[in-house]
Nanobody, 123 residues
Framework: QVQLVESGGGLVQPGGSLTLSCTAS???????????LGWFRQAPGKEREGVSC????????YYADSVKGRFTISRNNAKNTLYLQMNSLKPEDTGVYYC?????????????WGRGTRVTVSS
């Protein structure tokens, strides 16, 4: 079982930036090398949507069309940490952001989820 904890959310003005982090933990000696890692978000009154994913094999990255060119996903396996750098934030980016693990990025099997961190983009 993998435990995930997100951090870095908060209130930011439109056009601003935030960096989210997701730290994973499990048994002693655990690393993230065997997992693809994804970011999801859920806006108020909306369904959860995928934002970005980074592969466990070749570090290939994938982004939703709505965030391409503005968000950057990265990982540091030695630190068991996933990141999401968010630039040029828009009000429609508001929501609770979650990280999750899967065998591969195109898998339906995201089995471990964090508690989420809230991002609010407002003037």
């Amino acid at each position: 079982q993998v435990q995930l904890v997100e951090s870095g959310g908060g209130l930011v003005q439109p056009g601003g930036s935030l960096t989210l982090s997701c730290t994973a933990s499990a048994a002693s000696g655990f690393t993230l090398v065997n997992y693809a890692l994804g970011w999801f978000r859920q806006a108020p009154g909306k369904e959860r949507e995928g934002v970005s994913c980074i592969s466990n094999l070749d570090n290939m990255t994938y982004y939703a069309d709505s965030v391409k060119g503005r968000f950057t996903i990265s990982r540091n396996n030695a630190k068991n940490t996933l990141y999401l750098q968010m630039n040029s934030l828009k009000p429609e980016d508001t929501g609770v952001y979650y990280c999750a693990t899967a065998p591969v990025c195109d898998s339906d099997d995201f089995t471990s989820w964090g508690r989420g961190t809230r991002v609010t983009v407002s003037s």
